[in-house]
T-cell receptor, first 113, second 110 residues
Framework: NAGVTQTPKFRVLKTGQSMTLLCAQDMNHEYMYWYRQDPGMGLRLIHYSVGEGTTAKGEVPDGYNVSRLKKQNFLLGLESAAPSQTSVYFC????????????FGPGTRLTVT | AQRVTQPEKLLSVFKGAPVELKCNYSYSGSPELFWYVQYSRQRLQLLLRHISRESIKGFTADLNKGETSFHLKKPFAQEEDSAMYYCALHSQGGSEKLVFGKGTKLTVNP
């Protein structure tokens, strides 16, 4: 099992450009999450999904959109990137019964210039 | 509101010394508390949970409801313990979310 995978690993964008981060999990988990990790700010939840076709806002959703068209995939989109979105992005997944045990991906390091 | 506070951004100890990473929480109900760890170049992973009362890699953590704390302790730190540690709170009742603290970076010096 690959667990949780993220694509790409690194990306540099110019302000105003758009991109999509892909997260995939092969554990048949119902729940999926997108976090951003910034120095001194810890992990902050951007959006999450409790099942295929459903998404919800987390703590810092502005500037991001998500979609969960398939149970195993969770996409995070940046429509118009801003320097404030420079961060490391982590995807995670968990089962319904053990929602507290989240499995994390390796992260995507995004730089917006 | 649910909140997790880790007062130390950085913590540095020498190998063999005791280490305690502090975590305080704010939650009106009965919380479930966890410690996650991120070693260098590795994924964030669950280290331990209060409900199991287990010791993982020599670390223990006791939930103190009176002090609303869940400090992580190890009597003799090792260099391989150097990592980023996050305390997390999960509200009972089927919540799908975790609330993370801001993390403490532990460095164990030789």
């Amino acid at each position: 099992n690959a667990g949780v995978t993220q694509t790409p690993k690194f990306r540099v964008l110019k302000t105003g450009q758009s991109m999509t981060l892909l997260c995939a999990q092969d554990m048949n988990h119902e729940y999926m999450y997108w976090y951003r990790q910034d120095p001194g700010m810890g992990l902050r939840l951007i959006h999450y999904s409790v099942g295929e076709g459903t998404t919800a806002k987390g703590e810092v959703p502005d500037g991001y959109n998500v979609s969960r068209l398939k149970k195993q995939n969770f996409l995070l989109g940046l429509e118009s990137a801003a320097p404030s979105q420079t961060s490391v992005y982590f995807c995670a997944s968990s089962s319904i019964l053990l929602a507290y045990e989240q499995y994390f991906g390796p992260g995507t390091r995004l730089t917006v210039t | 509101a649910q909140r997790v506070t880790q007062p130390e951004k950085l913590l540095s100890v020498f190998k063999g010394a005791p280490v305690e990473l502090k975590c305080n929480y704010s939650y009106s109900g009965s919380p479930e508390l966890f410690w996650y760890v991120q070693y260098s170049r590795q994924r964030l992973q669950l280290l331990l949970r209060h409900i199991s009362r287990e010791s993982i890699k020599g670390f223990t953590a006791d939930l103190n409801k009176g002090e609303t704390s869940f400090h992580l302790k190890k009597p003799f730190a090792q260099e391989e313990d150097s990592a980023m540690y996050y305390c997390a709170l999960h509200s009972q009742g089927g919540s799908e979310k975790l609330v993370f603290g801001k993390g403490t970076k532990l460095t164990v010096n030789p």
